[in-house]
């Protein structure tokens, strides 16, 4: 049994902050996932946690190098998070993020289908109310349609699970009979928490509109527990491999169009995960070290991507491209530090995308796939431009529009210098990641060619970038992505149900009051306040329709 299990220690951080007071509770916000982390660095490859639950051995805690290594980089996310999120003075919101990267280690080291369904759902039921919490009308609205979209996924899991549940298949392990239905329906429920497109505009819908502070947890959490996940159970699905290639196009793509600089930086989440999912879709050794890698690294410069953006949003008070301008002079250490986000995310060598996204790339290579290696190579040239040259240059520098940027907290800028230092840390000592991966790895990113090719398509990239200038220029839209399906058309259809039932309702009221006229002669007097529709049939009528909705659901 394990002495200390890292989520466990988050779920009592939760309690905890719920309970203490001020500077209490801002000690035990940073303090519980410093535990969560040494918990981490602690635990051994074989170590386990049993419990028994109706009959089943459940396996609370497994631990093998590949839920090592995420652990540890999810509890790293989880100390920086606190640490910008610390002059936050909303508990709700804390507890919120902690329960949520605790959902987030309960997957990880969840052995068994049923452990990793608690988890999981746990992560859904919290994560909401880091949108929640912003507390504006958008914001209210996109956490429903998350929580919407995410109880569908969870469904779907639990639909397959129930299923290899029946066949006595408890334990988590790599499914390869795709012709099941469970491997299809586990796999689809994994498919929209990895945010594959056409399932992914949840993710661009709610994150822009979460909390400053949410906003960086969601950015880390979700999509890359989906990658485990997929790395664990779905390696070697050649689906996979074409859905990530459209993945880190489609994201990059609709980036370049964006103009809220938040909703941007959601677009590369898509973009960055397609690396990991086609990985995955490879399935050789080198390919799921890139995708654990390549997980690994996304989750410390997304995080700090969303620091800064975060930064400029809390000083200024705007977040769109169309609205910023000209406070480079005033936010000198944000702009510095959101592009060591953005040198890492580009892949710029000394940075630590530079060491994983080529481990993807070149297991493209290797395997043969000379297609999805130019692809995914064309997708990084359009993440350089979109978040080192555009975002920067017109937020930072473009148009001076006069704002006059407030001073930030410095837990802000300790926790942005904190990920900046991890994000260079890895790039120059990468064998601090390669030793940790699932797999033995023998790879040397820093070779001459690799390093000058890099190097010679980033600047023709930001040459690219200066010609054009004036074409790349923002305009305040809004681009219309898959969400327009469920926003829209599903509005309108159940506006219209809404509608048809309450004309209908109207129909009944007139038609009973027909009868009660007609049948007045017969009464001595006809008084409409009497004999009017009763009320309590409105009532009447729906627990009737409830009663048979639940009795369809239990046959």
Not at 225 to 236: D, I, K, Q
Not at 257 to 263: A, D, P
Not at 285 to 301: D, K, P, R, V, W
Not at 514 to 537: D, H, I, K, M
């Amino acid at each position: 049994m394990a002495s200390l299990h890292p989520s466990l220690i988050l779920i009592i951080t939760a309690l905890a902050v719920y309970i203490l007071p001020g500077r209490l509770r801002q000690i035990g916000l940073i303090g519980g996932p410093l535990l969560a982390i040494l918990a981490s660095l602690k635990l051994e490859p074989g170590a386990t946690w049993f419990h028994p639950f109706l009959g089943y051995e459940l396996i609370i805690l497994k631990a093998d190098a590949l839920s090592l290594v995420f652990a540890l980089i999810f509890s790293i996310m989880a100390f920086l998070g606190a640490v910008y999120a610390l002059h936050v003075e909303n508990r709700g919101e804390h507890i919120a993020a902690l329960l949520y990267a605790a959902g987030s280690l309960g997957v990880v080291f969840a052995g068994d289908w049923l452990t990793l369904f608690f988890f999981w759902e746990l992560m859904s039921a919290s994560s909401v109310f880091l949108i929640w919490y912003r507390g504006k009308k958008q914001s209210l609205a996109a956490g429903f349609r998350y929580l919407l979209v995410h109880f569908l996924g969870g469904n779907l899991l639990l639909f397959g699970i129930l299923l290899l549940i029946g066949s006595g298949n408890l334990a988590v392990s790599t499914l390869t009979e795709s012709n099941s239905p469970a491997f299809w329906l586990i796999l689809l429920g994994v498919a929209i928490n990895a945010a594959i497109p056409p399932l992914h505009a949840w993710l661009t819908d709610a994150y822009p509109e979460a909390t400053i502070s949410g906003s960086v947890f969601l950015s880390a959490l979700t999509t890359k527990v989906a990658v485990y996940v997929l790395v664990r159970v779905f390696p070697g699905t050649e689906l996979l491999l074409w859905a990530g290639v459209v993945m880190a196009l489609y994201g990059v793509v609709y980036a370049v169009l964006e103009n809220n600089i938040r909703r941007l930086l959601a677009y590369h989440i898509i973009s960055q995960v397609g690396y990991m999912v086609a990985a995955v879709g490879m399935g050789t050794e080198l390919a799921l070290n890139g995708a654990t890698a390549h997980a690994f690294s996304h989750i410390l410069y997304k995080a700090l991507l969303f620091m800064g953006a975060g930064a400029v949003i809390y000083a200024t008070g705007r977040e769109k491209l169309t609205e910023l301008g000209g406070i480079a002079r005033a936010m000198p250490l944000t702009f510095i530090l959101y592009n060591i986000g953005a040198f890492s995310i580009s892949g710029v060598p000394l940075f630590n995308g530079f060491i994983s996204k080529s481990i993807v790339v070149t297991a493209a290579g290797v395997s043969g796939l000379g297609i999805a290696e130019l692809l995914l190579t064309l997708a990084g040239v359009g993440t350089f431009l979109s978040i080192a040259l555009k975002l920067p240059y017109f937020t930072f520098f473009g148009q001076d529009r006069g704002l006059k940027p407030q001073k930030l907290p410095l837990n802000m800028y300790i926790a942005m210098a904190g990920g900046a230092f991890l994000c260079i840390l890895y790039g120059i000592f990468p064998d601090l990641l390669y030793t940790r991966l699932p797999y033995p790895l023998s790879y040397e990113p820093y070779t001459m060619d690799h390093v000058i090719s890099t190097i010679q398509l980033l600047l023709a990239t930001a040459l690219g970038f200066w010609l054009f200038l004036a074409k790349l220029k923002s305009e305040p839209a809004i681009s219309l992505d898959t969400d327009w399906f469920y926003r829209k058309p599903l509005a309108a259809l159940l506006q219209g149900i809404v509608y048809g039932l309450k004309q209908m309702k109207v129909k009944l009221e007139e038609g009973v009051m027909l009868l009660f006229r007609a049948a007045g002669p017969y009464f001595e007097s006809y008084n409409e306040n009497r004999y009017r529709f009763p009320v309590g049939l409105n009532f009447l009528l729906g627990i009737i329709f409830l009663g048979f909705i639940i009795i369809l659901a239990l046959v």
